[in-house]
């Protein structure tokens, strides 16, 4: 078990080695991320002002993913105020970002 999670020993080898399917945001240390730089779309990546999932600051784990995005033209980034990890009470604030960040490409 992880936390509360029950995991597969093929998953858990996969979240915690080097290189594995799910190591796609090594931003706990130097290196790059395949997955973030084959990111061609345009991106927004969304976090709760109050996730607990965090290597450094939110802010700076944000940026730190979007840096690595070096083949994203449009890669924005947004806190969400008062959330959680699961936006839980936060939902229409959420919905309201996600709708008016994809307006920008309906117009």
């Known amino acids: 078990m992880w936390n509360w999670y ?5 998953t ?8 594995g399917e799910s190591d796609n945001l090594p931003i706990s240390r130097s290196g790059s991320s395949k997955q973030l730089e084959a990111i061609k779309q ?14 450094w600051d939110l ?6 993913i ?3 995005a070096i083949n994203c033209q449009e890669f924005e980034t947004f806190l969400l105020p008062g959330a959680t990890h ?4 936060r939902e229409v ?3 309201d ?9 309906t117009h």
Do not use: C
Request: hydrophobic share 40%.
């Open 6 to 10: 029950i995991l597969s020993a093929q």
């Open 12 to 19: 858990y080898v996969s979240l915690f080695s080097r290189g």
């Open 42 to 55: 345009p991106t927004l990546a969304i976090v709760g002002e109050h996730d607990y999932i965090t290597i």
């Open 59 to 64: 802010q700076k784990d944000l940026e730190m």
């Open 66 to 68: 979007k840096n690595q």
């Open 86 to 89: 699961a936006y839980e009470n």
């Open 93 to 95: 604030q959420l919905s």
């Open 97 to 105: 970002k996600i709708t008016s960040w994809l307006d920008k490409f």
